[in-house]
């Protein structure tokens, strides 16, 4: 039997991107090997949005390239759009490149030709139960400067509604429990009937038990009435991503974020309006530029705002992005000062929020079932649980229980479940 190897680097869309290619491939009669040796099939799903990510593909192709021959390997994603000749000086000229550009059904399509199977109908969905991951925008115009992805992964391009709705019924229908949304800015969907907002409240009155939820609004394109709407909505999980980036308006300026933090304030402020909700955000420490009183002015949004978790990155150089260009570089070493001060104050507002739970009870999605009664899930705000069942039998995945919350943490709840 066939066997082959998906390795995954960086956000969503490219987990979307290789569960679909590993539900084709196993349905073509190939198996999912462990390890290089004698694989059929190695694809590299690859991330360029830090120097990080990208450095990992790599060296895991140059890993690939050893054990296999270069015509049996497929790297995918935004490195394959940005770096094909290292790639193929890592592997050799036979290596199948597919850019990030490439949509979904191309990605199939040359995977399809390239392990020779039968064409299949593909499944609808793809993602991993109980979460499918339906794409509502493509590729990326908003040009941050620091941000590679408008150069990796081209053209913005937004799905049919049409496809949407019936991408979101079919995955109700087939049990999944949660529909994750995906755009690089979401905020730029649009359609006949409207906006982001619109879709959200078409897909709201879709029959069945389910919760939605997507990434990544932008701040600059929300507006205030937006959020408000969309919080009335009832199948929606009570918390909202929004990157923030840098709490100084001067940095937001030179990162071409398009709002100031008066803007931001206003936009958090409506999720804040119901304590029920939670709010997390993207920081970036270090851009170009950057001075102690533009990262205290970062510090301090992060405080006022109370976030509940932070997704916090050193800035990382990305050839040809317009900040790669700018003068005022900051020192690695003020880099990783700031970033761990930073990272300290932000671990104290996860512990903070977490540990405001306990005593209260939350709705969970199980996620994975665990071994004896140690059950994980994500509570209707977004936070990790870990639960155990109080000598019952465990829970289904997808299944929707109540756990009573006896312990938080920095990464997540604890308790018991009640139901
Ligand atoms: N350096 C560091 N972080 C970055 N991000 C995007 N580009 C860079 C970069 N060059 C972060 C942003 C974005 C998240 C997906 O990745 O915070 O919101
Ligand atoms: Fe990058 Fe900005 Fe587009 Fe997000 S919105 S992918 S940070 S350019």
Known sequence: MPTFVVKTFGCQF????????????????YEQSRTLDRVSLVVINTCAVREKAQEKAF???GEAATAVDASRIVFMGCSATLDQERAKRIAGHEVHIIPGSAGIEEVLARVQAIAACAPAEPMVPHSLFPTADIELVRGCESYCTYCIVPRARGRETAVDAEVVLRQAKDSIQHGFRELLLLGQNINRYHWSG???IEL??????????????????????FQRAEVQRLMQLEHVEHHVHLPLQSGSDGILKRMNRRYSMADYDALAGAVRSDSRWTLTTDIIVGFPGETDEDFEATVAAVRRHQFDGVFLAKYSDRPGTPASAMPDKVPQKTIDERHSVLL?????????SNAAMIGGSVDVLVLTAGASGDTFGKSRDGRNV??????????????????????????????????
């Open 14 to 29: 490219n987990e979307l991107y290789s569960a679909s290619v590993t539900e084709m491939l196993e349905r073509a009669g």
């Open 344 to 352: 300290q104050v932000v671990r104290d507002l996860s512990l903070q």
């Open 194 to 196: 409207g906006g982001l």
């Open 386 to 419: 870990w639960f155990e069942d109080q000598g019952r039998l465990s829970h289904p995945v997808g299944s929707f229980v109540r756990v009573d919350i006896n312990h938080g943490s920095r990464e997540g709840l604890y308790g018991i479940c009640s139901t």
């Open 200 to 221: 959200l409240s078409a897909l709201d009155r879709l029959d069945g038990e389910f919760w939605f939820w997507f990434l990544s609004p932008h701040p600059a394109y």
């Open 59 to 61: 060296s895991f192709l």
